[in-house]
Each structure stands twice: as structure tokens, then as C-alpha cells.
């Protein structure tokens, strides 16, 4: 399997993807290039062509034997191409860290044949942001630890691309229902009901996008869904650049094991819009739908999420995320049982004050 990294043409430093810019960026000598610049680096697509250090070409580290075509184990091993070190990773990761220079590696193999992703939508708030975001919203609620936003605990805030699955079809739906409208007045001793039944049917072509699932089973689902929606509209041609400088995780669930749940929301969402163009009655029941495919598309896409966790007590994991392109934030916060405790304490005894002094008073 290929160890890919991003090499500066100028310095030989390492290049990473820089979100605020949309460019790549040299983080020895702030050198920056755009990314038909960096494809123009890249080594003829037949492989014959093996790029050279320095030369601002992808630097390559094969491991003999292994492949995407291999059925690589739980757990692998490679070698870094900048230090030489072991890059140990799980069978879900497509791109990390070295754990001793730290430069960025690519593990192209993961990516490749039927898990190369259709599309990316690159990172737009850089660790920076993401930083003064989690801070924010830490701020914002009562009774953290302090030990979650220490140093730390912050320089632990990784970008990461979440594997996706994007849906999307256009359908004609159809919608048969009954609706109900009651008319009551008074005259004099006597009160009057009028009731209008009227059959109702809503039919039309009905266009779906934007259907996103996690398609990652280690990922908390919630975390996974919950940072959502992403605009896709921004979405680019995958390249492998843009995980450069980031860590990302290949799927390991198919679109087979999402058909049900996606049909279900397509459903729902078909028969919600048809609805939505009745008004004016006191009631509606629906007594049937049907939604017939005219066409549907699965795209293999990855999303930029910002993601920190923290052991609490009781070894209970805490999560929290951040939508790597708006900035939207989800998870689960710990709350510190002292300090509650303590708070709790003085305004009980701040209470019990003013009873005593209002008492006295009396």
C-alpha cells in the first residue's frame, strides 16, 4: 500500500491542506500552492514516473504485499516516509499522523477501487477556529471540568473526514386522503354540527438530495449525524491532498445496510411534501401513498468533522464534535459533581440566611 506525503518543491517540507485559504500550505517556509498546482506535482497516473525528494512530487513508500486488493488485517503497520518510523493504524484509516515527526501520511490503498470516495468537502474552519469554537461553547454551559478544556485536553481537538453515504432521487409520489371540515353554530335553544368529508388526492414529481448517512460503524451515530446537514453544494472531485494535514477513515458499512432506513426517509419525505400542499381543512387522514423511483443515486462521500473526547468518571467517554465546515456543534458535555455540590451548598446556606434575618426581623 502507497504511504503518501505532500512534498514542497521548495523547502521539501511537508505540504497540508489549509482550510482558511482553500490552498496547500508549506509549514517550513509558508510557500502555498493551489490545488491544480499540486496535481500538476503529481507523478504520471501510469506510476511509471517514481517522484523524487524535493522534487514537490508525492513521495511514495510501498509495502510489499499489501494492497487493496490484499484483505489487509485489524491492525497495520507502515513506514513513514519522511522519518522512516512504524505508522501503526486500524483497518478503517486513511490518512493520520506520524508519532514521531509528525508529518502527515496518506494511506492511498484505502482509497482506492471501490472505497475511493466520489466526492470531499474539504475543511473550511482551520484548528484555529475550531479551538476558539470549542472554548465558546464550553464557556456557555455550567459546571464543566476544568480538566476538559485544559491544554491538554485541547491539543487532543483532531480534524478528521467522516465516511459518508449521500442519497439522492427524484420519484413520483402520490397521496389519497380524507379530509374533514366542521362547521358549529347556535340558534336558539339548539345547536347545530356540519360535517364536509371531502376526497382528497395530491400527486407530482418529487426531487430528494442531500439523504446523508454515516457510513462508519465505530462512530458514535449520534456524533456522526448530529454535526449534520453539510452544504454539498461545495462539494470538490476527491483528491488525496485534501487529506494531507488531517486524519480520515474509509467506510466499512455499505449502502445495502442503509436501503431500509434511507427508504423510510424517503417515504416520509415524499408523503411530507405532498401534504404540505393541503391547507384550509379541520382535519386530514391519510389513506394511502405510493412513491415510484424514476431515478436514485449513491455517492461515496467525505465530510470534514472536528472531534474531542474525554474520560470522565467511571471511565464514561465524552464526545464532542464540530461540523468542519459551519461550525455547528454537538456532543455531550461532563458536568463536575463538586462543583454542583458546592454551588448547591451556598445557595442553601445563602437561603437559610435570609430565613434566619427575615425571622429576626419579624
Known amino acids: 500500500m502507497a504511504v503518501i506525503s ?14 482558511a485559504s482553500q490552498n496547500y500550505k508549506c509549514e517550513y517556509c509558508a510557500s502555498a500552492f493551489s490545488q491544480r498546482e499540486l496535481e500538476e506535482m503529481e507523478p504520471d497516473a501510469s506510476g511509471e514516473q517514481e517522484p523524487q525528494s524535493g522534487s514537490g512530487q508525492v513521495s511514495k513508500d510501498q509495502e510489499a504485499g499489501s494492497g487493496p486488493e ?18 501503526v493504524t486500524d483497518s478503517t484509516t486513511a490518512a493520520t499522523f506520524c508519532y514521531y515527526c509528525h508529518n502527515p501520511v496518506v494511506l492511498s490503498g484505502r482509497l482506492l477501487g471501490r472505497y475511493l470516495p466520489d ?20 464557556h456557555s454551559r455550567k459546571f464543566v471540568p476544568r480538566a476538559f478544556f485544559r491544554k491538554q485536553q485541547i491539543e487532543k481537538l483532531s480534524g478528521i473526514y467522516f465516511p459518508y453515504w449521500v442519497y439522492e432521487c427524484e420519484m413520483d409520489s402520490r397521496l389519497e386522503a380524507q379530509a374533514r371540515q366542521i362547521r358549529v353554530w347556535r340558534s336558539g335553544d339548539m345547536e347545530y354540527t356540519e360535517t364536509k368529508t371531502y376526497s382528497l388526492e395530491r400527486a407530482g414529481k418529487v426531487s430528494l ?6 457510513a462508519l460503524k465505530k462512530a458514535d451515530r449520534q456524533l456522526a449525524q448530529g454535526v449534520l446537514p453539510f452544504d454539498l453544494n461545495r462539494k470538490k472531485e476527491f483528491h488525496m491532498g485534501y487529506l494531507s494535514g488531517f486524519q480520515a477513515e474509509k467506510r466499512d458499512m455499505e449502502r445495502e445496510e442503509l436501503a431500509l432506513e434511507v427508504e423510510r426517509e424517503r417515504e416520509d419525505y415524499g408523503t411530507m411534501l405532498l401534504r404540505d400542499t393541503i391547507s384550509g381543512y379541520g382535519s386530514v ?37 464540530m461540523n468542519g ?9 461532563p458536568v463536575d459533581a463538586g462543583r454542583v455540590g458546592l454551588v448547591g451548598a451556598l445557595v442553601g446556606l445563602a437561603v437559610l440566611i435570609l430565613f434566619l434575618i427575615g425571622g429576626y426581623l419579624i
Open 6 to 19: 505532500y512534498k514542497c518543491p521548495n523547502c521539501d517540507g511537508e505540504l497540508v491542506f489549509d482550510p
Open 70 to 87: 490484499a484483505g489487509e488485517p485489524q491492525g497495520a503497520v507502515y513506514s513513514c516516509p519522511s522519518c522512516g518510523a512504524e505508522v
Open 119 to 138: 466526492y470531499v468537502v474539504p475543511f473550511a474552519i482551520d484548528r484555529e477556529q475550531a479551538v476558539k469554537g470549542f472554548l465558546a461553547y464550553v
Open 209 to 214: 438530495s442531500g439523504i446523508t448517512k454515516n
Open 285 to 321: 387522514a391519510e389513506n394511502s401513498r405510493s412513491n415510484r423511483i424514476l431515478s436514485e443515486q449513491w455517492s461515496y462521500v467525505l465530510l470534514p468533522v472536528w472531534t474531542l473526547t474525554y474520560k470522565g468518571k467511571n471511565n464514561k467517554m465524552f464526545y464532542y464534535t
Open 325 to 333: 465546515q459551519n461550525g455547528k456543534v454537538y456532543g455531550e458535555l
